[in-house]
């Protein structure tokens, strides 16, 4: 339905070869779709509140404001991934920046699925569950490195008052001290952030993944 929500899809592969035996199949699938809500009509447009989508209404939209949710956004952001908390993450993370999280792992786990035994159970059955897993490792590493509540508050700090300029497309481009930077976008109806870029850059460093999906990661 065009509810203008996402819908997981689930692939399942399974075929015998001439002999009768079960083969072992790799599916490469979306995994899932979004349908936006049909479109009001203009003139319930017209009479909505100018607060009401900031992605929509570049024009109208209260930089001072939008800033200020920026900032809590990146302070909640990494506070999320200092303590290991995934949900929060994942709800203040773009769509797209997650979705090339799991096509990551899905890669990964399908050479662990290939190698037959020396694949673990243990470890992840599917890129949701690696996704939660390195998520909860890395936080508790993080956690590990700043003993103290006000360490913490301190880094988080930083990282909420780094730069940030608006751009004309609705976004916002926020600078990090390393030179690198992230964008905020407003999507379902809340501020987010968007690293695709960077994490693409990342990726493409990792001697797991072949020739063939470096470029398709590029292309993303």
């Given at each position: ?56 209404t ?32 994942k ?16 890669m990964?786990?399908?050479k ?6 020396n ?67 407003f ?22 993944l ?11």
């Open positions: 339905p065009d509810d203008g929500r996402m819908h997981r899809i689930d692939v399942r592969v399974k075929a015998r070869d001439s002999s009768g035996k079960e083969r072992k199949l790799e599916a490469l699938a979306r995994r899932s779709y979004y349908l936006p809500k049909i479109q009001e009509s203009a003139k319930h447009k017209e009479a909505a509140p100018e607060n009401q989508n900031l992605f929509q570049p024009i109208r939209v209260n930089r001072a404001e939008a800033e200020k949710a920026i900032r809590q956004v990146i302070y909640d952001l990494n506070y999320a991934a200092m303590t290991g908390d995934v949900e929060t993450f709800k203040l993370t773009a769509k797209r920046t997650l979705d090339l999280y799991y096509l990551t792992f899905d990964i786990l399908s662990y699925r290939a190698s037959g035994e694949y673990e159970r243990s470890l992840a059955d599917n890129s949701d569950e690696l996704f939660n897993l390195i998520f909860t490792m890395v936080g508790v590493s993080f956690s590990s490195r700043l003993s103290y509540d006000d360490d913490k508050k301190k880094e988080l700090r930083m990282k909420a008052n780094a730069p940030i300029a608006f751009n004309e497309n609705s976004t916002a481009r926020i600078e990090w001290p390393d030179g690198s930077y992230s964008l905020a976008i999507e379902n109806g809340q501020w987010k952030t968007d690293d695709t870029e960077t994490l693409k850059r990342e990726i493409l460093k990792s001697e797991i072949s020739p063939e999906e470096k470029e398709y990661i590029k292309k993303y």
